[in-house]
């Protein structure tokens, strides 16, 4: 199992990103959670099957269809503790 760290950028706050992001990760079988960062970025960590993660971070790309997703980072960070679930966390 893989996890990863995405930070999106853009018009990406009270767009229902976050929403978006539990829906998709809980479709691609995923476990992590999502969060507004005080910036105006969303950070998303989220653990699962390489090709799950893969095709995960390409759909934070686009986003939902109120978002204007400017640019995606993505990097692979160890697995720390197993995740339950995909959940909304508190901004950071």
């Known amino acids: 199992m893989a996890q990863q760290r995405i930070l999106v ?3 990406v706050q009270g767009v229902g990103y ?7 990760a809980q479709r691609g079988g995923l476990t992590g959670w999502v969060r507004n960062l005080r910036d ?6 989220a653990a699962g099957e ?4 893969g095709l995960f971070v ?3 790309r686009e986003g939902p269809p109120m978002a204007r ?23 950071a």
Do not use: I, N
């Open 9 to 11: 950028s853009g018009r």
């Open 18 to 24: 976050r929403d978006w992001v539990v829906r998709t």
């Open 40 to 45: 105006g970025r969303v950070e998303v960590l």
């Open 50 to 53: 390489d090709t799950a993660l």
């Open 58 to 60: 390409e759909a934070c």
């Open 69 to 91: 997703v400017e640019h995606v980072e993505s990097a692979a960070v160890p697995e720390d503790k197993p995740h339950k679930g995909f959940t909304k966390r508190f901004t």
